[in-house]
């Protein structure tokens, strides 16, 4: 089968580009390997809720418009938001439909599924950043008899058996997973390596709220310090909850959780810790200051002083005096391991030459470097939103347009011969 | 000297550096280092210990000229006291580390430093070495590093060097973080 462009996945990412794609008239299939939101629908936990509030969930042609603005979706939700779009935009959706294999041919690309061959002058992939929980190599040193779960394979605490559980990983998944495990009556221990603290309210606004209208989401990639850097710092320590909870390490010290460094190795039975706790946390309130340090500048120069809260900055990271740097996990009634240790995406189907010695894909702003070849979805893609599903619409407009300008290209070219 | 200077010096040449890790990034292979040291035992629990060469880059390199440590024990452990302990240049190597990052972060920020004064203490309960109680480690409890800086930057800015020197330290990495250890043995 022919088709002018070929949408891999069909979450938020690949969805707003298909309606990009429609807007300009350029026909495109969406091949799906299960259905419209797979990954919300079979990879998150049960309790789990979009880090970001509903009026911030906005993608090209439609938005939420449903009765609570400042809430935060529920999986369920996501997932029929998701599908809802899909349906009014009549996107293209191939569903049940696994990509195989992507590979150039003269015409640009032959992409084979479970459900026959497409030829593509362009591909975007739209898998997502998040395909499989990665959990580090010293995973394997991991002491007989524990059991081993992934932020990716966790769904609640029924699941876990009855006793302690040591979190690895103190990010978005391992905060609120530990936060949920510590109120079942597990006895959470958190082994804390890099993290960004961030408040779930600040002067009475949702931080995105700051961020978003002080134009820290839109900072635009070509723009950053250090831009490998930015595309792979741990995501925030937020959680979507009715009551607006901050879940940051403060807040788990006093819910009884047990603070720990970072995991960096097993021995003798007994699990190693970092001792580089205190500063991981200095690091963490430092970066959290100057964001709001930001965030009040922009508020004073917008004339808000007066309508919202007055600035004021939260407790240092109480860091707690008697760090272990070894626990025996069995003595300390720990049964299970939980690696919330971040997630990588998966390309083992794409035989284009594009990706880098750590099997990341070699890209300027989601313009891979093979013409015609595209990803969106991806952290700072093109500027810091982009993992967001608000994200997702600018990138889809400036990466259909690069698109639309490559065939022309083509076409120009093809007509010169 | 007609080349522009930038008006923040400490010393630092952050150009260079820079241009290094670019270099490095294109070419990990050069990032691969070897890090020497020899000891020779003098006498007692004095020994003597140089460094000379080094692996990096992708070949052999050599400093300017040998470097000595000597280190011993103090009077009171019935030693003579010809260097420092060697728990003493382990501070010494972290105070180093950490002193180094500061100002090439510092540098790198643009920043201008004054002064940078490091103050460790690294208690320890010598009943480990001793033997006395297995249930007492040999190393330290801890260590706490105290700097006092004098810079033209705000306190956070001046934490915020400090915390992301300790980030990019390799002595820092080593004490902090468990690292194998292999020792052989030839009998000559």
Redesign the interface.
């Known amino acids: 089968m022919r088709v002018t462009t070929v949408i891999i996945g069909a979450g938020h990412a690949g969805l707003a580009m298909s309606q990009c794609l429609r807007t300009r008239s350029i026909d495109h299939v969406i091949l799906e390997r299960g259905e419209v939101a797979h990954s919300w629908k079979h990879e998150r936990w049960d309790s789990l809720r979009l880090l970001t509030p509903n009026w911030l969930s906005r993608l090209p042609g439609y938005r939420y418009e449903g009765p609570d603005p400042d809430g935060y979706l529920t999986m369920p939700e996501t997932i029929a938001f998701l599908e809802r779009y899909a349906s009014v935009t009549s996107a293209p959706v191939h569903p049940h439909t696994e990509v195989t294999s992507v590979r150039t041919n003269s015409n640009g690309y032959h992409v084979e599924t479970t459900q026959g061959e497409w030829e593509a002058r362009a591909v975007v992939l739209a898998t997502g950043a998040c395909n499989k929980a990665h959990v580090p190599p010293l995973a394997a040193a991991m002491p007989d008899g524990m059991a081993s779960v992934t932020s990716q394979d966790y769904r609640n605490p029924g699941q876990i058996a009855p006793g302690g559980v040591l979190v690895v990983g103190a990010s978005a998944s391992g905060t609120q997973i530990a936060e949920e495990l510590q109120r079942s009556g597990h006895a959470v221990t958190i082994a804390v390596g890099e993290h960004i603290r961030a408040p779930r309210v600040y002067r009475g606004r949702d931080i995105k709220w700051w961020m978003d209208a002080a134009g820290v989401l839109d900072d635009p990639y070509d723009e950053v310090d250090d831009l490998n850097r930015a595309r792979h710092v741990p995501s925030l320590q937020l959680a979507g909850s009715a009551e607006r909870r901050t879940v940051d390490l403060n807040h788990l010290g006093a819910l009884g959780v047990r603070m720990v460094g970072r995991l960096v190795g097993f021995a003798d039975g007994k699990a190693q810790f970092s001792g580089s706790l205190p500063n991981q946390c200095a690091l963490s309130d430092l970066k959290m200051n100057r964001l709001l340090d930001r965030i009040d500048a922009w508020a004073t120069e917008h004339g808000l002083d007066g309508a919202v809260d007055p600035p004021h900055r939260f407790e240092p990271t109480l860091v707690p005096h008697d760090l272990p740097i070894a626990l025996d996990l069995r003595q300390a009634g720990i049964r299970t391991v939980m690696w919330a240790t971040g997630y990588r995406p998966d390309y083992s189907w794409l035989e284009v030459p594009v990706l880098d010695r750590k099997g990341r894909i070699r890209h300027d702003g989601g313009v891979a470097a093979a013409p015609g070849l595209y990803v969106i979805g991806l952290p700072f893609l093109r500027r810091r939103k982009s993992s967001l599903i608000d994200g997702a619409g600018a990138d889809a407009q400036d990466l259909s347009e690069h698109l639309a300008r490559t065939l022309d290209g083509d076409a120009v070219a093809t007509a010169s011969d | 000297m007609s080349t522009t200077k930038s008006p923040v010096d400490n010393g630092v040449n952050v150009e260079h550096l820079l241009t290094a890790r670019q270099a490095l990034t294109e070419t990990?292979a050069g990032a691969k280092f070897k890090w020497r040291a020899k000891c020779e035992w003098v006498n007692g629990t004095h020994s003597k210990t140089t460094v000379e060469d080094f692996f990096g880059l992708g070949e052999e390199q050599k400093h300017k000229r040998t470097h000595t440590f000597e280190s011993d024990h103090p009077e009171i452990f019935a030693s003579e006291d010809n260097g420092a302990t060697p728990v003493e240049i382990v501070l010494a190597a972290l105070a180093g580390c950490l002193t180094a990052g500061i100002a090439a972060v510092a540098q790198n920020r643009e920043i201008q430093l004054h002064s940078v004064t490091a103050t460790l203490e690294a208690p320890m309960d010598v009943q480990g070495i001793l033997g006395i109680d297995s249930d007492v480690r040999n190393g330290f409890d801890?260590i706490k590093v105290t700097y006092d800086i004098k810079a033209d930057a705000s306190p956070?800015e001046i934490?915020?060097i400090v915390?992301?020197s300790?980030?990019r330290s390799a002595v820092?990495?080593v004490?902090?973080?468990?690292t194998n250890v292999t020792v052989e043995v030839r009998k000559v």
């Open positions: 990990p801890g956070d934490k915020a915390a992301q300790q980030k820092y990495d004490i902090t973080n468990p």
